[in-house]
Structures are given as structure tokens and as C-alpha cells.
């Protein structure tokens, strides 16, 4: 247990739907990641948030968004959903910014999105 | 862009026997960090073992050592005693300095047989 929690673990919608997903950082980490695994993509990055605030974007479509609240969690939107966003969502977290070797991703268990 | 390559999708090892994994990588940077993360079917993603680009010795945790060659951008895993609780996809993962995110290779399955 890497001490990320992400909810829900599993998620069935429609195409067209939108849903938020949510994680919680392991206590003390600071900052957010966001990931796509999909068969077809591989581990992608999505986004990074430190302490509230955005720092890195990836492939990130217009159709997702993300925010990291007071308490340290966050919640990644997708709307709009296509077949092609099933895929399992991961959340980790570290110490840090993201700069120094300690500053190790730990990832949460995922969240298995599945779009009708 | 920073990228990084599995070429094996799939190895096999025998329990109690080694196996290494090969992973290489692209960069024009001189500083950077090195991770190898297990996925078992569980689809946990578990870090495994890490390496600052600027430490020429190789990182070990356990049974899991790499052999890091920085001038030809390789870093490999080892996996000494092979257990059948290492059965699991093993990805390469590389982490710039400047950038937060991490790059993954598109992982190695590897298989334990008893």
C-alpha cells in the first residue's frame, strides 16, 4: 500500500458523460501527478500539481481538467467522454516539487474508467 | 523530447535464475533520474529502484540491481533468485530535472515459471 488513495476504483459511463475522479496524496507529499494508461498509449502523463498550484502539463486533452484543493487532494475532470478515454487513471504523489531524486513518485491503485 | 525504449515486450525467466531487462533511453541532458517501476496484475504501480544520472555507481535494492551506462544510455535491471511473485509488466521510467513529469517505456512482461 503506497498510502495514495484514489476514488472510485472502478467507473462505467457513456460516451457524451462526464466524471471526476479523485485522489488523495500520501500524508506529508505536496505534490500531484496525473496519468493516462491506455493499451494503445502506453503511461502518459497528464498533469502536475505542487501545493494548489499547476506545474507541468502533458498530453492533457481540453476536454480534462484538474485541481488540487486546500487539503492537498485532487480531482481530475473529464467531460465529454469518447470510447477512446477508457483507460485506467493513476494518481501519485511526492515530497516535493518534483526536482530532487527523493522527491519519488508513489502511485495510487488507479481507477479503471470504462466508457460505453 | 525525452523518450525510452523496452525492446523486449516479453522475457521469461525460471525461478531462482536471473534475468535482466533492457531499457534505453534518449536525452540531451546531463542530469536526470532513472526509475524502474513493477505493475503486477493487480496493476499497482510499484517503484522498484532509482538512479540519479550524475551517480556512476549502480543502485541496488535486494535482489534488484541495474547496471547504468550513461554514455550509452542504457540502464537495465536485474533481477537476481527470480521469485514467482516477480511474474509482473517491469516499465522504465526517466524523469528530467526540469521537468516533473515522468517518461515511461512501454514496459516488459515478464513471466516466472516454477
Not at chain 2, 8 to 15: G, H, L, R, T, Y
Not at chain 2, 22 to 27: A, P, R, W
Request: aromatic share 12%; glycine share 6%; proline share 3%.
Amino acid at each position: 500500500d503506497s498510502g495514495v488513495t484514489q476514488t472510485p476504483k472502478h467507473l462505467i459511463t457513456a460516451t457524451g458523460q462526464r466524471v471526476t475522479l479523485r485522489c488523495s496524496p500520501r500524508s506529508g507529499d505536496l505534490s500531484v501527478y496525473w496519468y493516462q494508461q491506455s493499451l494503445d498509449q502506453g503511461l502518459q502523463f497528464l498533469i502536475h500539481y505542487y501545493n494548489g498550484e499547476e506545474r507541468a502539463k502533458g498530453n492533457i486533452l481540453e476536454r480534462f481538467s484538474a485541481q488540487q484543493f486546500p487539503d492537498l487532494h485532487s480531482e481530475l475532470n473529464l467531460s465529454s467522454l469518447e470510447l477512446g478515454d477508457s483507460a485506467l487513471y493513476f494518481c501519485a504523489s511526492s515530497v516535493g516539487s518534483g526536482r530532487a531524486l527523493t522527491d519519488t513518485q508513489y502511485f495510487g491503485p488507479g481507477t479503471r474508467l470504462t466508457v460505453l | 523530447a525525452q523518450t525510452v525504449t523496452q525492446s523486449q515486450p516479453e522475457m521469461s525467466v525460471q525461478e531462482a535464475e536471473t534475468v535482466t531487462l533492457s531499457c534505453t533511453y534518449d536525452t540531451s541532458e546531463s542530469d536526470y533520474y532513472l526509475f524502474w517501476y513493477k505493475q503486477p496484475p493487480s496493476r499497482q504501480m510499484i517503484l522498484v529502484i532509482r538512479q540519479e544520472a550524475y551517480k556512476q555507481q549502480n543502485a541496488t535494492e535486494n535482489r534488484f540491481s541495474v547496471n547504468f551506462q550513461k554514455a550509452a544510455k542504457s540502464f537495465s535491471l536485474k533481477i537476481s533468485d527470480s521469485q514467482l511473485g516477480d511474474a509482473a509488466m517491469y516499465f522504465c521510467a526517466y524523469r528530467s530535472l526540469s521537468h516533473n513529469d515522468m517518461r515511461f517505456g512501454a514496459g516488459t512482461r515478464l513471466t516466472v515459471k516454477p
